[in-house]
């Protein structure tokens, strides 16, 4: 049992690990793009904001630990488990070497409901909290595109109102007020994505006997945290490359917006305690900003193909897991 738990933990950090330089292009792409921070800076910058943000809640990692099914009447629970990271951690790095900005959060719920359908049945699988997180999934970069487009217009009056015109002088404003933006978003990514991994964790946990709630304990979260602030510091530069420069170009003011509003976005999701994917909201925040400032430059080939990526990640990632328990724990016993 012990070693099965040094297993499912090592599985997770190296999970947080590296959804730590994956989406870390998420919160410093803008400022990068725009030269509002230095890349080395930046990276170092959230990294430690990662860190922080990581340690202060724990309501998404119930959320994941106990939602799409019940650790502690599961068949298999720790073999689920195993199964699923190791099919997150494929397709992460699989998405990472291409540069396309896919989601962990997408590919961690898919994997966990397809190893418990393939290890458990499928009725192990609670449908109605899985449901509610892939509405969330689902609905939040539309919300992000929505509440993008609407901040962008209203700071777009507030200096036409102003009368203050100057490219120059607003670019300068802009580019300062991104320092605190990009920590903000930052601070949030933490908040919410490391939080994924520390509910895996506890799910083991559970499983194994170890406890008998989903609180997440100390030793965990300050784990979670480290790991994903180490992953963060290593950098993401594909997929910076692709968040600044492939999807738009990327100015002052609207990179501001942007971090504004996936910050706002992602903390509200967090403070209901529900996962999502600050890859995608980050990434329809900056359309949603970008298509109020000039919306014939958005590189919409580059969306379609962001979308399309996002929409088949998580029924992959439910066949890959699935494959990969029957392969590991079946097949090969």
């Not at 990514?189 to 939080?195: L, S």
């Not at 989903?214 to 963060?232: E, F, I, S």
Request: aromatic share 10%.
């Amino acid at each position: 049992m012990l070693t099965l738990l040094f297993i499912v933990v090592g599985l997770a950090l190296l999970f947080d690990f590296i959804n730590g330089f994956h989406d870390t292009a998420n919160a410093i792409a803008t400022s990068i793009s725009t030269r509002a921070l230095t890349p080395r800076f930046a990276v170092f910058y959230a990294a430690v904001l990662n860190f922080i943000g990581a340690v202060y809640s724990s309501g998404v990692a119930k959320t994941v630990g106990g939602k799409v099914a019940n650790p502690a009447t599961i068949d298999h629970g720790v073999e689920i488990v195993i199964a699923t990271l190791i099919t997150a951690i494929i397709w992460n790095l699989l998405t990472w070497l291409y540069g396309i900005p896919s989601s962990s959060s997408h590919t961690l719920i898919g994997s966990l409901a397809g190893a418990v359908i393939s290890g458990a049945g499928f009725n192990a699988v609670n449908w109605a909290g899985f449901k509610e997180i892939i509405l969330i999934l689902v609905l939040s970069p539309i919300v992000a595109f929505a509440t993008g487009f609407i901040l962008m217009w209203i700071i777009r009056q507030l200096i036409i109102v102003s009368g203050n015109h100057s490219r120059s002088r607003l670019n300068r404003l802009f580019r300062f007020f991104q320092i605190f933006s990009a920590g903000l978003l930052s601070l949030s990514h933490g908040g919410n994505d490391a939080q994924k991994a520390m509910g895996i964790i506890v799910f083991g946990l559970v499983s194994l006997g170890y406890q008998t709630n989903l609180d997440v304990p100390m030793w965990v979260k300050v784990a979670a945290a480290t790991a994903m602030g180490l992953g963060t510091s290593v950098g993401g530069m594909r997929i910076i490359k692709t968040m600044s420069k492939k999807l738009m170009k990327i100015e002052p003011i609207n990179g501001f917006a942007s971090d504004l509003n996936s910050s706002i976005v992602i903390q509200t999701s967090t403070a209901l305690g529900m996962p999502l994917s600050t890859t995608h909201v980050i990434s329809s925040s900056i359309i949603g900003t970008g298509s109020v400032m000039r919306f014939h430059d958005v590189k919409w080939a580059t969306v379609t193909k962001m979308v399309m990526t996002w929409v088949i990640t998580i029924p992959i990632s439910m066949v890959l897991a699935f494959l990969i328990y029957k392969i590991v724990f079946q097949f090969t016993s």
